[in-house]
């Protein structure tokens, strides 16, 4: 069965670089969710699409930004990016908000040095 | 928002022991997952089981939803039963609409 794909898998970025992330959902689910895991910690929900409008936000900070498009598939951009943005970010997608359960990508590691 | 506790923390086992882990949420909720991340970071889905009670192999969930809680039991563990065990719920309406919320989890270390 389908699985949702994060690309790329591992990303090392310099201070104050750019980064963008690519997730596509499982076919027919109509909701992405972008998770970050820092170190030791349990992920934390930065955003979420729903039929390509943004339906909630977490604790994103304004560098970042997001969208869904047209073929469902999402993108987060991290901008000046910090040593504190070093983490695993997951990408988990779901058919009607939620109601069946979400399914998680493998997650990229985004390393900032 | 609502509040997700799992426990224990940690637990160290050893090969062909059983466990039960354990995780209480602070309110009702439409969506109980529980997850298990590998040493690699992945997070596989175990099992979606709002309430009721459900098996996969050595597997088994069951969740209580009028007493806000679920038990993720583990039998005849497995080395590869290591890692962290994550809890994760979703609550409809208020101000937690449509995402889910994680527990700290547990640290399961099954030793040979």
């Known amino acids: 069965a389908a699985g949702v794909i994060q690309s790329p898998r591992h990303l090392i970025k310099e201070k104050r670089e750019t980064a963008t992330l690519k997730c596509y959902p499982i076919p027919r689910h109509d909701t992405v969710y972008w998770y970050q895991q820092g170190p030791g910690q349990d992920p934390q929900f930065l955003i979420s699409f729903y039929e390509k409008m943004q339906s909630d936000k977490g604790s994103i900070p304004d560098r970042f930004s997001a969208q869904q498009f047209s073929d469902y598939h999402s993108e987060l951009n991290m901008s000046s990016l910090e040593l504190g943005d070093s983490a695993l970010y997951f990408c988990?997608?779901?058919?009607?908000?939620?109601?069946?359960?979400?399914?998680f990508g493998s997650g990229t590691r985004l390393t900032v040095v | 928002g609502i509040q997700v506790e799992q426990s224990p923390p940690d637990l160290i086992l050893q090969e062909g022991a059983n466990s039960t882990l354990r995780c209480n949420f602070s309110d009702s909720v439409n969506n109980l997952q529980w997850f298990h991340q590998n040493p690699w970071g992945q997070l596989i889905n175990l099992f979606y089981i709002p309430s009721g009670t459900k098996q996969n192999g050595r597997l088994s969930a069951t969740t209580v939803a009028t007493e806000r809680y679920s038990l993720l039991y583990i039998s005849s563990s497995q080395t590869t039963d290591s890692g962290v065990y994550f809890c994760?719920?979703?609550?409809w309406g208020g101000g937690s609409n449509y995402k889910l919320t994680f527990g700290k989890g547990t640290l399961l270390t099954v030793n040979p």
């Open positions: 988990a997608s779901s058919l009607v908000q939620g109601l069946y359960g979400y399914t």
């Open positions: 994760a719920v979703e609550r």
